[in-house]
């Protein structure tokens, strides 16, 4: 489950502080826009507000997800749909993103869905 927490190998170096305010897209629109990094290490993730589409909420992306990063248009590409993200295990409170059970939640979510396409 590891994978899904590690941030692929950027030519410009690992996802940091910088990336916060980049707009994220998947493969079928905006997501939304990161608002904070992954505060617990070896589970890498952004929290992205995803504005209306997610009726103001924010949702957990790990960085394992993530497909590239364009600094110059200051957008993140995952490599999973709104629709998926939207079905992921719900987070609800910025704790969430520090509680391991939450996080295994979730890492076991997007991992089954790497498994399920590669």
């Known amino acids: 489950m590891e994978m899904v927490w590690a941030g692929r190998a950027q030519e410009d170096g690992a996802l940091g502080d910088g990336v916060i305010g980049y707009d994220v897209e998947a493969p079928d629109g905006s997501v939304g826009t990161v608002i904070r990094l992954s ?15 997610k009726f103001g909420r924010s949702v957990v992306v790990p960085a394992g997800m993530v497909t590239g990063v364009d600094d110059a248009e200051r957008v993140i590409k995952v490599g999973c749909t709104k629709e998926q993200i939207k ?12 509680d391991l059970f939450y996080l295994r939640q ?10 399920a396409h590669g």
Do not use: N
């Open 106 to 115: 979730l890492g076991a979510y997007y991992e089954s869905l790497t498994a």
């Open 87 to 98: 079905d992921a295990p719900r987070f609800e409170r910025d704790q969430d993103t520090g």
């Open 39 to 53: 505060p617990v290490p070896g589970f890498d993730h952004l929290v992205i507000d995803a504005g209306v589409w």
